[in-house]
């Protein structure tokens, strides 16, 4: 799956070549030039694996929209942006939570380079996300995050959302999922869980292609996009 990249440039030319050129290196690259942008989607849903932050930016400095990040995101790796002759206090940004600076214009292989660094170094941090489609699933924090929103799971809904994903791909009857997660199997069960399956439909309304199809007399297909 592509890694998804964060990135916050108010330079229009600069943020475009960099977000086409990351691109071509195939990352996923959601691009924004207004920092309260970002504010706003840290509420709503964080899809994103490693962010790059320009330093001096308007209305919002790097440093700012740092904090504000790792308050809600602990474990997200960052990168930041300086001018060549930016006078920068490095420790302040290795303070918030930085992992890495670099100067631009940059040379295009040492930008990748370190993002291939930074994200091998907090490997494990990012396998507790796990893709779903359009979604990622954070489990830890019993979180369904999605650009349009974000949603809280319950232990019961995150347990069955990752019973489910283990069968992907797959047809999986009621019983063993009753067996599994509710430990019996009576007509009051079974409309337990019909009732799990229809609000975990409505969670990935967003991405059609995430299906969950009932099979009359037998359970359910699973289809969950990972790539």
Same mark, same amino acid.
């Given at each position: 799956?592509?890694?998804?990249?964060?990135?916050?440039?108010?330079?229009?030319?600069?943020?475009?070549?960099?977000?086409?050129?990351?691109? =071509?290196?195939?990352?996923?690259?959601?691009?924004?030039?207004?920092?309260?942008?970002?504010?706003?989607?840290?509420?709503?849903?964080?899809?994103?694996?490693?962010?790059?932050?320009?330093?001096?930016?308007?209305?919002?400095?790097?440093?700012?929209?740092?904090?504000?990040?790792?308050?809600?995101?602990?474990?997200?790796?960052?990168?930041?942006?300086?001018?060549?002759?930016?006078?920068?206090?490095?420790?302040?940004?290795?303070?918030?939570?930085?992992?890495?600076?670099?100067?631009?214009?940059?040379?295009?292989?040492?930008?990748?380079?370190?993002?291939?660094?930074?994200?091998?170094?907090?490997?494990?941090?990012?396998?507790?996300?796990?893709? =779903?489609?359009?979604?990622?699933?954070?489990?830890?924090?019993?979180? *369904?995050?999605? =650009?349009?929103?974000?949603?809280?799971?319950?232990?019961?809904?995150?347990?069955?959302?990752?019973?489910?994903?283990?069968?992907?791909?797959?047809?999986?009857?009621?019983?063993?999922?009753?067996?599994?997660?509710?430990?019996?199997?009576?007509?009051?069960?079974?409309?337990? *869980?019909?009732?799990?399956?229809?609000?975990?439909?409505?969670?990935?309304?967003?991405?059609?292609?995430?299906?969950?199809?009932?099979?009359?007399?037998?359970?359910?297909?699973?289809?969950?996009?990972?790539?």
């Amino acid at each position: 799956m592509k890694t998804k990249i964060l990135l916050a440039e108010d330079d229009p030319d600069f943020g475009m070549i960099l977000k086409q050129y990351l691109e =071509l290196e195939d990352f996923e690259v959601t691009w924004f030039q207004n920092p309260e942008d970002i504010v706003s989607l840290l509420k709503s849903g964080f899809p994103f694996q490693i962010g790059i932050l320009d330093i001096m930016m308007p209305n919002m400095d790097g440093f700012s929209l740092a904090k504000l990040i790792l308050k809600e995101n602990p474990n997200f790796p960052l990168l930041f942006l300086t001018a060549k002759n930016q006078k920068i206090d490095r420790l302040t940004g290795l303070k918030i939570g930085a992992d890495d600076y670099i100067a631009k214009p940059c040379d295009p292989e040492e930008l990748i380079l370190r993002i291939k660094n930074i994200l091998k170094r907090t490997l494990t941090a990012v396998e507790t996300r796990v893709k =779903l489609g359009d979604y990622i699933l954070n489990p830890e924090k019993l979180l *369904l995050l999605h =650009l349009k929103g974000n949603v809280r799971l319950t232990i019961r809904e995150k347990d069955l959302l990752l019973f489910l994903l283990k069968h992907n791909g797959q047809m999986i009857k009621r019983d063993d999922i009753l067996a599994n997660l509710w430990e019996t199997n009576d007509y009051f069960t079974g409309r337990s *869980l019909d009732v799990f399956i229809s609000r975990i439909r409505k969670y990935f309304r967003y991405d059609t292609k995430i299906k969950i199809q009932s099979v009359r007399g037998i359970g359910f297909e699973i289809d969950f996009p990972t790539e």
